[in-house]
């Protein structure tokens, strides 16, 4: 990520440099597994479709029918909802009526699950904006709240779907939205009252929310963290309050290589998921409305990286690790993106950030899973009681999640290693040092010398900077070339696991360097084991691998039923010696 996005100020965990050692009492409070552990993905993908009636920024329905089956549409999802789209099919009733049914079938098939659906509102209709383009800002305000309205009415009021209604989708990305600061503002009250009307009409709870920008201090004009009460969504936060508007869920982006992404700092000595909650309560909002990162994905800046592809096990290792830095956080929600990889050739846009892969040569559907749609069928195996904190790693780089049912014990695993690391650091801490201090880490930046400093090319000694810098920046240097190491360094963990007792099937599912751009979801190891208290194992862990190890409780045997038991009664008759005579 760009050194202006920056995460986390505090020092870092320190990796241990001997074997890990990981105890869990399976007596242990449990708390229920959080939603943000859950899977949760953007359904889009392909970019385009064959079929002019199926909505274009959304994966084939071979996809859907495959996650549904595979890990089933239980948790929160997103849909691009492209309001441009629909307009163009209006001189043929019947195919938007099919455009149209088929979003309302993704949304259906969702709820039907037990989920809730984002919809993205996004591009405006031909006609209806500023400017010759589907990324305007509408022209006529009154005509627009009276489209979305009709829209929400549908989906929300007649047909009775589980709805939360996001206005855009990265509104401070010029490749997003051409407007400025306000006329996103008076978007968002447009779909904002069209919401509060329906609401005062039906008497229906219909959840609106946004601004959904590429990152949470991000705004029209550009920010940085160094003053995040620049930011759009401190903005829409006041806005809401000064119009007296529903604002039920704030969502943003974070794409980057760094798991504690989340765990940004700012100058105010809070986090950014506190800071956020004290906007929202300064200006009379719940504390605890849903924070919800709506996309996200590993993200070194380029479109297609083999992380995503053909070393795919790299982007699915950082799954886990992100995930668990959400939740320890405070993130409510999470939406990776997306569903599958993209080949627009319309607008030349290919991508590799889905979770499955598919051949767009072929005419027939063709396409498979990828490492990371592996991990999340394995977070769809986590049962419902997890184990916090008590499942907790002090590692930099090993994560563990562990949860149970009645019968049966899941622990995920995971090895994710930063190959950023050094320059994520320096991110955390920049914006609660001096400012003499983040003008010197910019400048050592721009000109190169920081890359130079992280391979080890430029000694920190030769530098004229003040001595507290030079610390810092060694510090850096240690935790990159601890990366470096550990990227390099399968490491063994001892698991005990206490108070496990019975027969149980034991089996181990594996995500690593084997595995990639095409990965399949079976046990690599199975095996009965049998405890009266203490499970000892010892499970090695490679660099960039997920790990699932499952034990299933297995059902006692019948007992055998007893022999009968011989009749020595006298026959009737017969004296009770001659009975029993041979």
Same mark, same amino acid.
């Given at each position: 990520?760009? &050194?202006?996005?920056?995460?986390?100020?505090?020092?870092?965990?320190?990796?241990?440099?001997?074997?890990?050692?990981?105890?869990?009492?399976?007596?242990?409070?449990?708390?229920?597994?959080?939603?943000?552990?859950?899977?949760?993905?953007?359904?889009?993908?392909?970019?385009?479709?064959?079929?002019?009636?199926?909505?274009?920024?959304?994966?084939?329905?071979?996809?859907?029918?495959?996650?549904?089956?595979?890990?089933?549409?239980?948790?929160?999802?997103?849909?691009?909802?492209?309001?441009?789209?629909?307009?163009?099919?209006?001189?043929?009733?019947?195919?938007?009526?099919?455009?149209?049914?088929?979003?309302?079938?993704?949304?259906?098939?969702?709820?039907?699950?037990?989920?809730?659906?984002?919809?993205?509102?996004?591009?405006?209709?031909?006609?209806?904006?500023?400017?010759?383009?589907?990324?305007?800002?509408?022209?006529?305000?009154?005509?627009?709240?009276?489209?979305?309205?009709?829209?929400?009415?549908?989906?929300?009021?007649?047909?009775?779907?589980?709805?939360?209604?996001?206005?855009?989708?990265?509104?401070?990305?010029?490749?997003?939205?051409?407007?400025?600061?306000?006329?996103?503002?008076?978007?968002?009250?447009?779909?904002?009252?069209?919401?509060?009307?329906?609401?005062?009409?039906?008497?229906?709870?219909?959840?609106?929310?946004?601004?959904?920008?590429?990152?949470?201090?991000?705004?029209?004009?550009?920010?940085?963290?160094?003053?995040?009460?620049?930011?759009?969504?401190?903005?829409?936060?006041?806005?809401?309050?000064?119009?007296?508007?529903?604002?039920?869920?704030?969502?943003?982006?974070?794409?980057?290589?760094?798991?504690?992404?989340?765990?940004?700092?700012?100058?105010?000595?809070?986090?950014?998921?506190?800071?956020?909650?004290?906007?929202?309560?300064?200006?009379?909002?719940?504390?605890?409305?849903? &924070?919800?990162?709506?996309?996200?994905?590993?993200?070194?800046?380029?479109?297609?990286?083999?992380?995503?592809?053909?070393?795919?096990?790299?982007?699915?290792?950082?799954?886990?690790?992100? &995930?668990?830095?959400?939740?320890?956080?405070?993130?409510?929600?999470?939406?990776?993106?997306?569903?599958?990889?993209?080949?627009?050739?319309?607008?030349?846009?290919?991508?590799?950030?889905?979770?499955?892969?598919?051949?767009?040569?072929?005419?027939?559907?063709?396409?498979?899973?990828?490492?990371?749609?592996?991990?999340?069928?394995?977070?769809?195996?986590?049962?419902?009681?997890?184990?916090?904190?008590?499942?907790?790693?002090?590692?930099?780089?090993?994560?563990?999640?562990?949860?149970?049912?009645?019968?049966?014990?899941?622990?995920?695993?995971?090895?994710?290693?930063?190959?950023?690391?050094?320059?994520?650091?320096?991110?955390?801490?920049?914006?609660?040092?001096?400012?003499?201090?983040?003008?010197?880490?910019?400048?050592?930046?721009?000109?190169?010398?920081?890359?130079?400093?992280?391979?080890?090319?430029?000694?920190?000694?030769?530098?004229?900077?003040?001595?507290? &810098?030079?610390?810092?920046?060694?510090?850096?240097?240690?935790?990159?070339?601890?990366?470096?190491?550990?990227?390099?360094?399968?490491?063994?963990?001892?698991?005990?696991?206490?108070?496990?007792?019975?027969?149980?099937?034991?089996?181990?599912?594996?995500?690593?360097?084997?595995?990639?751009?095409?990965?399949?979801?079976?046990?690599?190891?199975?095996?009965?084991?049998?405890?009266?208290?203490?499970?000892?194992?010892?499970?090695?862990?490679?660099?960039?691998?997920?790990?699932?190890?499952?034990?299933?409780?297995?059902?006692?045997?019948?007992?055998?039923?007893?022999?009968?038991?011989?009749?020595?009664?006298?026959?009737?008759?017969?004296?009770?010696?001659?009975?029993?005579?041979?």
């Amino acid at each position: 990520m760009l &050194l202006s996005a920056a995460v986390f100020f505090g020092p870092s965990a320190v990796a241990q440099d001997g074997d890990l050692e990981f105890k869990l009492d399976v007596r242990a409070d449990t708390i229920l597994l959080p939603p943000v552990l859950r899977p949760g993905i953007d359904v889009s993908g392909r970019g385009y479709h064959r079929i002019p009636t199926w909505p274009q920024t959304v994966a084939a329905p071979e996809a859907l029918a495959a996650w549904q089956k595979d890990i089933g549409f239980g948790n929160i999802y997103r849909l691009q909802y492209s309001l441009w789209e629909i307009g163009e099919l209006a001189k043929d009733k019947d195919a938007q009526t099919k455009l149209l049914a088929n979003y309302e079938q993704i949304i259906r098939q969702i709820n039907e699950a037990g989920g809730v659906v984002i919809l993205d509102i996004f591009g405006i209709p031909a006609g209806m904006g500023k400017v010759l383009n589907k990324k305007s800002a509408p022209g006529d305000i009154k005509a627009f709240k009276q489209l979305i309205k009709g829209h929400i009415w549908y989906l929300s009021c007649e047909k009775k779907l589980n709805v939360w209604y996001e206005v855009w989708s990265a509104p401070d990305v010029d490749d997003f939205f051409l407007g400025r600061k306000q006329e996103y503002l008076n978007l968002y009250r447009a779909v904002a009252e069209a919401v509060q009307e329906l609401r005062q009409e039906t008497k229906l709870f219909i959840p609106v929310g946004g601004p959904s920008t590429s990152w949470w201090f991000q705004n029209l004009d550009g920010n940085s963290v160094i003053t995040p009460e620049r930011s759009l969504i401190y903005d829409l936060i006041r806005f809401c309050y000064n119009y007296r508007l529903p604002l039920d869920f704030i969502s943003w982006h974070g794409y980057t290589t760094d798991p504690l992404a989340d765990r940004e700092m700012t100058v105010y000595n809070k986090s950014a998921v506190s800071l956020v909650r004290d906007w929202l309560s300064y200006f009379r909002f719940n504390r605890e409305t849903p &924070l919800v990162v709506d996309e996200w994905n590993y993200d070194r800046g380029a479109n297609v990286l083999p992380e995503r592809s053909d070393k795919a096990y790299i982007a699915a290792s950082y799954i886990l690790a992100r &995930l668990r830095n959400m939740y320890e956080v405070g993130i409510d929600r999470q939406l990776y993106f997306c569903l599958e990889d993209f080949r627009t050739l319309r607008e030349n846009v290919v991508r590799d950030v889905g979770a499955l892969w598919f051949d767009s040569e072929r005419g027939e559907y063709s396409g498979g899973p990828k490492a990371m749609y592996v991990v999340f069928r394995m977070l769809a195996g986590l049962t419902t009681q997890a184990f916090f904190p008590s499942a907790k790693m002090n590692d930099d780089f090993v994560s563990i999640i562990a949860a149970k049912s009645e019968d049966r014990l899941t622990l995920l695993v995971g090895n994710y290693i930063d190959p950023d690391m050094g320059r994520n650091y320096l991110s955390r801490n920049i914006s609660a040092l001096p400012e003499s201090f983040r003008k010197s880490i910019l400048l050592l930046a721009k000109d190169g010398r920081l890359d130079r400093i992280l391979k080890g090319e430029m000694e920190i000694a030769t530098l004229r900077l003040h001595p507290r &810098l030079k610390t810092i920046l060694k510090k850096a240097l240690e935790l990159q070339r601890r990366a470096e190491l550990y990227a390099k360094t399968e490491r063994p963990l001892k698991v005990s696991i206490k108070n496990l007792q019975g027969q149980y099937l034991y089996q181990r599912y594996c995500v690593d360097a084997s595995c990639g751009s095409s990965c399949n979801f079976v046990p690599v190891e199975e095996k009965e084991i049998e405890t009266t208290d203490l499970y000892e194992g010892t499970l090695s862990v490679k660099p960039y691998s997920v790990q699932m190890i499952v034990f299933s409780k297995k059902p006692k045997e019948a007992s055998a039923p007893e022999a009968p038991v011989p009749n020595t009664e006298p026959a009737a008759g017969k004296p009770a010696d001659a009975a029993g005579a041979k």
